[in-house]
């Protein structure tokens, strides 16, 4: 059975949900899930996260700087999310993430 009063250690990594019932088991999910063994480096300088995705993000956004175009316009940006809050703002179009391509400098 569950209790739900039990889970009271929650993992302190920004973006993580875990919970756990005992603190021992969350130091484990730490050491396994965000200690250096998880982290990743940037190739290219000192830049390092436990997120592969914020990773990919940062070599794109500061290293390949990849820029999003919005379709419709001249607006540039290097993050996709942008374009998209863009493109609802400015033209109340709903675009897809497929639709948000990197543009050939
Ligand atoms: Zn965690
Ligand atoms: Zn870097
Ligand atoms: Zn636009």
């Not at 794109?60 to 919005?70: A, I, M, N, Q, T």
Request: one cysteine or more.
């Amino acid at each position: 059975m569950v209790h739900e009063k039990q889970r009271n250690f929650s993992c302190p990594f920004e973006g993580c949900k875990r919970t756990c019932f005992r603190e021992g088991q969350l130091q484990r999910h730490i050491r396994q899930k965000h200690e250096k063994r998880g982290e990743m480096q940037c190739p290219e300088c000192p830049y390092r996260t436990v997120w592969k995705i914020g990773l990919q993000r940062h070599v794109d956004e500061v290293h390949k700087r990849v820029r999003y175009g919005c379709a419709d316009c001249e607006f540039v940006s290097p993050r996709k999310d942008q374009v998209k809050n863009h493109a609802k703002k400015a033209h109340g179009r709903d675009i897809t993430w497929a639709d948000i391509g990197p543009m050939k400098a």
